[in-house]
């Protein structure tokens, strides 16, 4: 990030950096109108290339601003933008969507930026200051909704005159734009989870989402700060954007309450595992009574005395109850933490990252 700053305190008018993270030129889409008396070209790192292929910053956010499928995007805005898109797709800091790379996130934005972030959409991605990041949550709910309708399309398929995930946003009829969100949100949820079997697949819940994006929007403004000869400068605290710090000093991602995750978790084994008995699960040779609970959807069982009743099947959106849990805010009366297994986390030193490797879960923490 500090390449930033000596690029900006470069004498030449021609800048060429090398690096094979991608997260280099993202950092500086929004500050290159800080530094327009400089051309900045970097030098990308491709495997296995005999040659070298490099990007000339400004021709790409030229790119951007004459693409077709970008024509509703601010402007102004496009810059910031697009940094947020790539933070909140993963980066340092911020958690990564299992089964969702870059490219995935990408193609997603490119088909539906109108709705996602368009003029008139209510919030933007840009949307990270103190006053707008609600209705920059708003946006990012709707990108990451989409992401998980596109990867389940056939699922999608099964709500009638529905097949965008706009047409389905339109036909949700809620008090107020805020439950509107979370109501498409949760419905989405709910036909992506009665289809999984492995829970890091699962949508993560809309209270996961508001972590996530505070996440990416501290992110966002330290990136901004790479100029900066103090990268902290206004930086609200951590505690108050996602972690919360432990014991030893270093920070750690803030979870979900144990009975929100145990509430998933009840929900998703009721959904993917079951027993195949023939007579009755009447006792302990049935897998359901012996693990203490219900026969469920993927039961195969026959004549079942071990029955949920209606009222107590629990909820396919993953959350505790059916009513609209709302996101938190210190503004306002919105309050709630969450967990997301779904994403991966980073432990965050003072003023460092450290990358492992979780084996069992097949992803970077």
Known sequence: ?????????????????????TDVYNIDL?????????QVIVQLNVPHSPTHSYLHLSNLI???????????????SLCNIFQLLFIC??????????????????????????????????????????????RGF??????????????????????KNVETPQQLYNSITEASIKEKHVAWYNTISSIVCERISDKRDRVPSHTSMWRHWLRCCWVGMMWN?????????????????????????CFDFDWECDE??????????????????KTGCGNQRCGC???????????????????????????????TSGTVAPYESEDSDITDSYSDESTTSETIETETISNVYDEDNDMYL
């Open 225 to 249: 700060n790479a100029t900066q000869q103090d990268l902290n400068e206004d930086l609200p605290e951590p505690e108050s954007s996602g972690w919360i710090k432990k014991s030893d000093g």
């Open 260 to 277: 929100d995750h145990q509430s998933v978790q009840k929900t998703i084994n009721f959904l993917t595992k079951g027993c195949s008995c």
């Open 89 to 134: 797709s993963g980066c340092d800091y911020v958690s990564y969507f299992h089964g969702h790379g870059k490219v995935a996130f990408l193609n997603t934005f490119f088909q539906h930026a109108p709705f996602i972030t368009g003029e008139h959409a209510d919030g933007l991605l840009s949307d990270t200051g103190e006053n707008v990041k609600e």
């Open 1 to 21: 990030m500090r390449i930033w700053r000596h690029t900006f305190q470069a004498e030449g008018n021609k800048v060429l950096i090398y690096s094979p993270d």
């Open 62 to 76: 030229t790119a951007l601003e004459l693409d077709p499928d970008l024509a509703s995007l601010p402007r102004s």
């Open 289 to 319: 009574v012996k693990n203490g609970r219900k026969c469920g959807p993927s039961c195969n069982c026959h004549n079942c005395q071990n029955v949920l009743p209606s009222d107590e099947v629990p909820s396919t959106s993953g959350f």
């Open 30 to 38: 929004p500050l290159l109108s800080s530094i327009s008396n400089k």
């Open 138 to 159: 708003l946006s990012s709910l709707r990108l990451i909704g989409t992401l998980y309708s596109k990867k389940h399309i056939s699922a999608m398929a099964s709500l």
